[in-house]
């Protein structure tokens, strides 16, 4: 259920909290805190969506997160993500175990959509559902193996092994990234030309789709399962696959993105406005606007902000409609005589996405007239960073800067420019 407390009683519980949560930090920094850095490298900067990190290792890119004292990552619990997603997908199973084996081969058989192999989030849903379902193995590095399997019908993978769900056996007959011949990640086409393949050579053995996205598994939904009647379950609660529940779309996970989109520019506000960065997060500000525990938390030595997840079924879907709402404790606006217009620049890593496109910007777009923020909107093409960098080539016109990286690697093509 989505959180609709009154202001004051959320107010009151983030209150009660602060000094005992991981997430109301003391150790969040004041953002107007002294820094060596000058000029537009002494700017508030928010990475959004893709955490600056090694996209082989997963290990975080310290360097990035800590470029100047006003610099943080704003994104959504991966791991809480995952297991949700995975444990959304198992308790469909139990509920429906009479029915689920369309073939009756004594096999549950599903396929997986994978994101970008090179992504924290997609690596985490690939575990999150085999972790699940019982059908992770662990890699050469020590922890779950999250590589596609290809096809895997005979279940002689070494990516994944047989697993199960109660007394019923479940399988991975396939797994593919879902990347175009451009070298595009997440792209629904491709997932819906491979649900197209798989279903023409193993079809009666699919009795659930799954997907690391929406985009992606609500193209396999109109290309394939809708019509045969197949369990498909995605991730990020965009309004179509919402409303897709109603038609037979079995469930997604809402990444709170109108919390995401709230923080990403909050922090800069904050910045800007040299207060703590706690104010209107678990600290209501002037206009009463504050967070809860339940919204988010907080790693301050990752400083990094983490959005939680929320499970969305046909039990509790009609309450996600609109994934462009914003989320009513942070939706109050700021007095301009106060908090003065700031311009801030704001790049999306391809205009292709359909969460980026669908969800998350059009709630940015709301909070910036909220926050009295003057953003300048820009859209890159998926696939090379220049392709957006070429396009911040003015940093010292704005005051602030949030950034969607192409790859998580690169997150010195953005910092470099920032001098
Ligand atoms: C979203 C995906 C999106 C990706 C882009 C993920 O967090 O869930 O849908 O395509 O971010 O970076």
């Not at 920094?29 to 893709?50: D, E, M, V, Y």
């Not at 050469?140 to 697993?163: C, E, I, L, R």
């Not at 301050?300 to 079924?313: G, K, P, W």
């Not at 709630?363 to 859209?379: F, G, R």
Request: glycine share 8%.
């Amino acid at each position: 259920m989505k959180k609709l407390l009154p202001l004051v009683t959320a107010a009151a519980v983030a209150f009660s909290l602060v000094g005992c949560s991981s997430s109301s930090s003391a150790a969040a920094s004041t953002a107007a805190a002294s820094s060596a850095a000058t000029g537009n490298a002494a700017k508030p900067l928010c990475w959004f969506n893709r955490q600056p990190s090694n996209s082989s290792t997963g290990e975080l890119d310290k360097t990035a997160l800590n470029f100047n004292d006003s610099t943080y990552y704003v994104g959504f619990d991966a791991t809480q993500g995952a297991e949700l997603q995975g444990q959304m997908i198992a308790d469909y199973i139990t509920k429906n175990a009479a029915t689920i084996d369309r073939n009756g081969d004594g096999v549950i058989g599903y396929v997986l959509a994978i994101g970008d192999i090179g992504h924290n989030d997609s690596i985490a849903r690939t575990r999150g559902v085999r972790g699940a379902l019982g059908t992770a193995v662990t890699g050469s590095d020590g922890k779950a193996d999250y590589q596609p399997v290809g096809t895997n019908t005979d279940g002689s993978s070494k990516d994944v092994q047989d697993g199960k769900v109660g007394s019923l056996k479940v399988r991975e007959l396939a797994s593919q990234e879902m990347k175009n011949s451009a070298g595009a990640t997440w792209d629904a086409a491709t997932a819906g030309n491979a649900v197209g393949s798989w279903s023409s050579s193993f079809g009666d053995q699919i009795d659930i789709v799954i997907s690391n996205n929406d985009g992606m598994g609500m193209a396999m939904f109109n290309a394939w399962s809708q019509a045969n009647k197949v369990p498909t379950f995605g991730y990020d609660a965009n309004s179509d696959a919402v409303a897709a529940i109603a038609n037979g779309y079995s469930g997604t996970i809402s990444q709170h993105a109108d919390v995401q989109a709230y923080l990403t520019l909050r922090v800069l506000r904050n910045s800007l406005d040299g207060v703590d960065i706690m104010t209107g997060i678990s600290k209501a500000d002037d206009a009463g606007n504050v967070l809860t525990d339940a919204d988010y938390k907080y790693v301050a030595d990752e400083r990094s902000f983490y959005a939680l997840n929320l499970a969305v079924t046909a039990d509790n879907y009609k309450d996600f409609t609109d994934s462009t709402v914003t989320y009513k404790p942070v939706s109050t606006q700021l007095d301009s005589s106060k908090h003065a217009t700031k311009k801030v620049w704001l790049d999306t890593y391809n205009s292709a996405d359909n969460f980026l496109g669908s969800t998350y910007v059009p709630l940015l777009q709301k909070y910036d007239k909220l926050l009295n923020l003057s953003v300048e909107y820009i859209a890159g093409d998926g696939q090379t960073e220049s392709n957006i960098t070429n396009r911040l080539g003015n940093p010292s016109e704005y005051d602030a800067y949030a950034i969607n990286m192409v790859k998580t690697d690169n997150a010195a093509s953005y910092t470099a420019l920032l001098k």
